[in-house]
Protein backbone atom coordinates (compact mmCIF):
# COMPACT_ATOMS: atom_id res chain seq x y z
CA UNK A 1 0.00 0.00 0.00
CA UNK A 2 1.59 3.38 -1.05
CA UNK A 3 1.85 5.74 2.12
CA UNK A 4 3.33 9.47 2.20
CA UNK A 5 5.89 9.59 4.35
CA UNK A 6 8.54 13.16 5.68
CA UNK A 7 12.51 12.51 5.46
CA UNK A 8 15.24 15.35 6.73
CA UNK A 9 19.08 14.95 6.74
CA UNK A 10 20.71 14.76 9.90
CA UNK A 11 20.62 18.90 10.32
CA UNK A 12 17.12 19.44 9.03
CA UNK A 13 17.77 22.03 5.99
CA UNK A 14 17.19 19.22 3.48
CA UNK A 15 13.35 17.96 4.07
CA UNK A 16 11.42 16.46 1.26
CA UNK A 17 7.67 14.13 0.89
CA UNK A 18 7.59 11.09 -0.59
CA UNK A 19 5.11 8.44 -1.56
CA UNK A 20 6.26 4.28 -1.35
CA UNK A 21 4.72 1.55 -1.02
CA UNK A 22 6.91 -0.87 1.09
CA UNK A 23 5.07 -3.79 0.44
CA UNK A 24 6.56 -3.50 -3.28
CA UNK A 25 10.08 -4.05 -1.18
CA UNK A 26 13.34 -2.48 -0.20
CA UNK A 27 16.48 -2.69 -1.80
CA UNK A 28 20.06 -3.81 -0.15
CA UNK A 29 23.02 -3.45 -2.59
CA UNK A 30 26.62 -4.84 -2.08
CA UNK A 31 28.21 -1.93 -4.67
CA UNK A 32 31.45 0.10 -3.46
CA UNK A 33 29.08 2.86 -2.85
CA UNK A 34 26.08 1.20 -1.22
CA UNK A 35 28.02 -1.46 0.78
CA UNK A 36 30.04 1.73 2.42
CA UNK A 37 26.70 3.33 3.29
CA UNK A 38 24.95 0.33 4.13
CA UNK A 39 22.50 2.08 2.45
CA UNK A 40 18.99 0.68 2.88
CA UNK A 41 16.39 2.12 0.20
CA UNK A 42 12.93 1.75 -1.55
CA UNK A 43 12.62 2.44 -5.04
CA UNK A 44 9.51 5.13 -6.12
CA UNK A 45 8.23 6.82 -8.91
CA UNK A 46 10.23 10.10 -10.52
CA UNK A 47 6.85 11.92 -9.68
CA UNK A 48 6.62 10.27 -6.11
CA UNK A 49 9.15 12.79 -4.36
CA UNK A 50 8.72 16.58 -3.41
CA UNK A 51 11.55 18.47 -2.25
CA UNK A 52 9.83 20.92 0.60
CA UNK A 53 12.87 22.72 1.74
CA UNK A 54 16.42 23.16 1.05
CA UNK A 55 17.16 21.80 -2.50
CA UNK A 56 19.78 24.75 -3.22
CA UNK A 57 21.63 22.69 -0.01
CA UNK A 58 21.83 19.39 -1.69
CA UNK A 59 24.97 18.04 -3.71
CA UNK A 60 25.20 15.51 -6.63
CA UNK A 61 27.80 12.40 -6.82
CA UNK A 62 27.93 10.13 -9.58
CA UNK A 63 30.47 6.95 -10.32
CA UNK A 64 30.86 4.27 -12.52
CA UNK A 65 28.61 4.49 -15.52
CA UNK A 66 26.62 7.63 -13.80
CA UNK A 67 23.24 6.15 -14.19
CA UNK A 68 22.37 7.14 -10.81
CA UNK A 69 22.92 11.02 -9.49
CA UNK A 70 23.15 10.19 -5.58
CA UNK A 71 22.05 13.23 -3.42
CA UNK A 72 23.93 14.79 -0.68
CA UNK A 73 23.41 17.78 2.19
CA UNK A 74 26.32 19.97 1.71
CA UNK A 75 26.08 20.78 5.30
CA UNK A 76 26.30 17.58 7.33
CA UNK A 77 26.75 15.03 4.48
CA UNK A 78 23.23 12.63 5.24
CA UNK A 79 22.14 11.23 1.85
CA UNK A 80 18.29 11.25 1.36
CA UNK A 81 18.36 9.36 -2.01
CA UNK A 82 19.88 8.93 -5.54
CA UNK A 83 17.52 9.41 -8.58
CA UNK A 84 17.93 7.84 -12.30
CA UNK A 85 16.17 7.03 -14.83
CA UNK A 86 16.17 3.54 -16.83
CA UNK A 87 13.89 1.70 -18.50
CA UNK A 88 14.18 -1.30 -16.74
CA UNK A 89 12.87 0.73 -13.78
CA UNK A 90 9.85 1.78 -15.82
CA UNK A 91 11.90 5.36 -16.35
CA UNK A 92 12.60 8.04 -13.90
CA UNK A 93 12.84 6.58 -10.16
CA UNK A 94 14.33 8.00 -6.82
CA UNK A 95 15.76 5.29 -4.08
CA UNK A 96 15.31 6.94 -0.85
CA UNK A 97 16.95 6.17 1.93
CA UNK A 98 14.94 4.36 4.38
CA UNK A 99 16.64 5.97 6.98
CA UNK A 100 16.00 9.19 6.68
CA UNK A 101 12.24 8.92 7.06
CA UNK A 102 11.06 10.68 9.96
CA UNK A 103 7.83 9.27 10.61
CA UNK A 104 8.13 5.74 9.39
CA UNK A 105 7.65 3.21 12.08
CA UNK A 106 10.41 0.56 13.68
CA UNK A 107 7.37 -2.02 13.17
CA UNK A 108 7.07 -0.85 9.00
CA UNK A 109 10.92 -0.98 8.44
CA UNK A 110 10.70 -4.31 9.91
CA UNK A 111 8.03 -5.84 7.97
CA UNK A 112 8.73 -4.29 4.67
CA UNK A 113 10.47 -7.02 2.07
CA UNK A 114 14.32 -6.87 1.72
CA UNK A 115 15.73 -7.77 -1.86
CA UNK A 116 19.27 -7.72 -2.25
CA UNK A 117 21.64 -7.21 -5.70
CA UNK A 118 24.78 -8.36 -6.45
CA UNK A 119 26.09 -4.57 -7.94
CA UNK A 120 29.58 -5.57 -7.05
CA UNK A 121 29.73 -7.75 -9.69
CA UNK A 122 27.30 -6.05 -12.10
CA UNK A 123 24.94 -9.03 -11.23
CA UNK A 124 22.00 -7.04 -10.44
CA UNK A 125 19.42 -9.79 -10.88
CA UNK A 126 21.44 -12.25 -8.50
CA UNK A 127 21.81 -12.53 -4.32
CA UNK A 128 25.33 -11.92 -3.12
CA UNK A 129 26.69 -14.41 -1.54
CA UNK A 130 26.80 -12.82 1.94
CA UNK A 131 24.37 -10.25 2.81
CA UNK A 132 24.71 -10.00 6.35
CA UNK A 133 26.63 -6.50 6.00
CA UNK A 134 24.24 -4.70 4.09
Request: charged share 20%; net charge negative; with cysteine.
Amino acid sequence: MKKTYHGSCHCQTVRFECTIDLDAGTSKCNCSFCAKLRFWKAFTGGDAVQILAGAGNLTQYQFGSKTITHSFCRTCGVKPFGQGNLEVMGGPFYAVNLSVLDDLSLEELLAAPVQHQDGLHDNWGEVPTETRHL
